[in-house]
C-alpha cells in the first residue's frame, strides 16, 4: 500500500532557446516567453531530491512526492521527504519578489546540466507572497473500504470532504452532494436475478465506483467537457478488469460467460443505476454511451466536439474478461482511427489519458493480518491552494487518514485530522 501526491505551484517554467541567458531587467512577457523559449515535454523532470521531484505540467511547475507505503515506517520516511521538500522549495520562496529565476540565482550546483537551462516565470500575481500549491493525493483503496471513503466525501460536515473539496466552486457543500445519490443502502444493492446472493462488500465497493462513472458520464443533452478525466472526482488508476477480478470467487464465476455478462450488465444499467435519485426509474441504456458528454479538448478543436464510442454494455462485459474499455492503453494511438483517440495537442496525448493508466497494478495493505489487495485511486477534486509551509502536516494528515480507512475498525469512526 502506498500514498503519493503533486503539488502544483503556479509557478511557470520554461526552456531557454540556445545562447539566451537573461538579465535581470529584461522585461519577460508572453511574447518574449514565446521567442526566447520552448516547453518541456509532459512530466519532464528538471530537479529530483529526497523522495520528490520538480516536474513539469503544461507550463506549470508541480512538485511529486513518490509514493510511500503505509505503515509506520513509511510514515517516518514521508516526514523526511516533505521536509527535505519544503526546504527546497522555501529556498525557491526567499525569490518570490523577481519576475523570473534562472540556474545563475541558485548557488552553484544547486540544478546540473543539462537541467540548468531554464527560466521560472513568477507572474506578478504571486510575487511577495509565499509558495501555494493546489495539492492532489492518489493512494490504494480496498475495494471492502470504498464505500466508507465515499460515505465521508458525501458528508459536507466532514473535515475530509471540506478539504478534498476546498478549491472547488461550492465546496463540499456542492460537491458532496454529487456523492451521496450513488451510495445506496447495502440492503439495496442486490441482484434481482440472484436473490439468494448478498453482494460482498467487495462487490458494494466495486458497484459504487462503477455507478460513480456511469453517474458522472450520463448527460442526456450531451453536454460538453474539456477533456474525460475532468469527470471524475475520483479516478481509479486500477483498471476495472483488475478490479473485477479481486471480487471472491463466487461472484467472478457467476457473472462470467456470455449469459453471466449480460446479468452483469442488466443489473447495473437497469437495477442499480435505476434505485439512484434522479435517474431515470428504467436506469440507463446498455447501448448508450459511457461517457455521453462531448469532448472539446477544453474549447481547442476546430470540428466538432468528440463523441468516445464505449458503450456501458460493452465496458461492464469486457471487465468481466478482465479488461478496461475506458483507457487509454485499449485504444491505441497511431492507427486509423487516431483522431478520434488523440488529443488535439500533441503534448497532452490520449483523451483517456490517466484512466486506468496503471493497468491492472493494485496496493496492497495489511488487514487482519493478512496481505489485501487495494485499488489505486486519484482524489482529482479541486483542494483548496495551499502555503508550502504546510505541505508536510497535510502529507502526514493524508498518509494517516488513508493507512485508517483501510486498516481500522469497519464500523470505526474517521474523519481526516484538522491541518496543522
Not at 276 to 288: L, R
Not at 307 to 317: D, E
Not at 356 to 379: C, P, Q, S, W
Request: aromatic share 8%.
Amino acid at each position: 500500500m502506498a500514498v503519493g501526491f503533486e503539488f502544483a505551484t503556479g509557478w511557470d517554467i520554461y526552456k531557454l532557446k540556445d545562447g539566451v541567458n537573461p538579465v535581470h531587467g529584461t522585461a519577460i512577457n508572453d511574447q518574449w516567453i514565446s521567442a526566447n523559449t520552448t516547453n518541456y515535454p509532459k512530466a519532464a523532470v528538471v530537479r529530483g531530491g529526497l523522495g520528490w521531484s520538480m516536474t513539469v505540467d503544461g507550463t506549470e511547475i508541480e512538485w511529486v512526492v513518490k509514493e510511500v507505503e503505509e505503515n509506520e515506517a513509511g510514515a517516518i520516511q514521508l516526514t523526511q521527504v516533505m521536509n527535505d521538500l519544503t526546504r527546497f522549495v522555501g529556498m525557491l520562496n526567499k525569490r518570490n519578489m523577481q519576475s523570473f529565476l534562472t540556474a545563475a540565482d541558485f548557488p552553484i550546483g544547486t540544478f546540473r546540466a543539462p537541467n540548468d537551462r531554464f527560466i521560472i516565470h513568477i507572474k506578478q500575481d504571486m510575487r511577495m507572497k509565499p509558495i501555494e500549491a493546489i495539492t492532489q493525493v492518489t493512494g490504494g483503496i480496498r475495494l471492502a473500504r470504498v464505500r466508507k471513503l465515499w460515505r465521508l466525501l458525501a458528508d459536507p460536515n466532514s473535515h475530509f470532504a471540506k478539504v478534498i473539496f476546498g478549491g472547488e466552486g461550492g465546496g463540499a457543500q456542492g460537491y458532496a452532494g454529487l456523492l451521496k445519490p450513488i451510495i445506496l443502502d447495502h440492503t439495496n444493492m442486490r441482484d434481482p436475478n440472484w436473490p439468494d446472493h448478498v453482494p460482498s462488500a467487495k462487490m458494494r465497493g466495486l458497484l459504487t465506483m462503477i455507478m460513480t462513472y456511469l453517474r458522472r458520464g450520463y448527460s442526456p443533452a450531451q453536454q460538453g467537457v474539456g477533456a474525460v478525466k475532468y469527470l471524475f472526482l475520483l479516478m481509479s488508476r486500477t483498471s476495472f478488469g483488475a478490479l473485477f477480478k479481486d471480487l471472491p470467487q463466487e461472484e467472478q464465476v457467476h457473472y462470467g460467460g456470455d449469459e453471466g455478462k449480460a446479468q452483469w450488465v442488466e443489473y447495473v444499467c437497469k437495477h442499480l443505476m435505476s434505485r439512484m435519485s434522479n435517474m431515470p426509474a428504467t436506469g440507463v441504456d446498455p447501448d448508450g454511451m459511457v461517457v455521453e458528454r462531448k469532448i472539446t479538448d477544453r474549447g481547442n478543436l476546430a470540428t466538432a466536439p468528440v463523441t468516445l464510442p464505449i458503450t456501458r454494455k460493452a465496458w461492464l462485459a469486457e471487465m468481466v474478461e478482465g479488461n478496461d474499455l475506458l483507457s487509454a492503453a485499449a485504444h491505441p494511438l497511431g492507427g486509423d482511427d487516431n483522431d478520434l483517440w488523440a488529443d488535439s495537442n500533441p503534448e497532452l496525448g490520449h483523451r483517456l489519458r490517466g484512466l486506468a493508466g496503471l493497468g491492472d497494478k493494485m496496493d496492497t495493505v495489511m488487514y487482519g493480518g493478512r496481505e489485501n489487495k487495494a485499488a489505486i485511486i486519484e482524489f482529482r477534486a479541486r483542494q483548496a491552494a495551499l502555503e508550502y509551509s504546510l505541505w508536510p502536516g497535510y502529507a502526514a494528515a493524508m498518509h494517516s487518514f488513508i493507512t485508517e480507512i483501510n486498516e481500522g475498525e469497519r464500523h470505526g469512526v474517521i474523519d481526516l485530522a484538522p491541518l496543522a
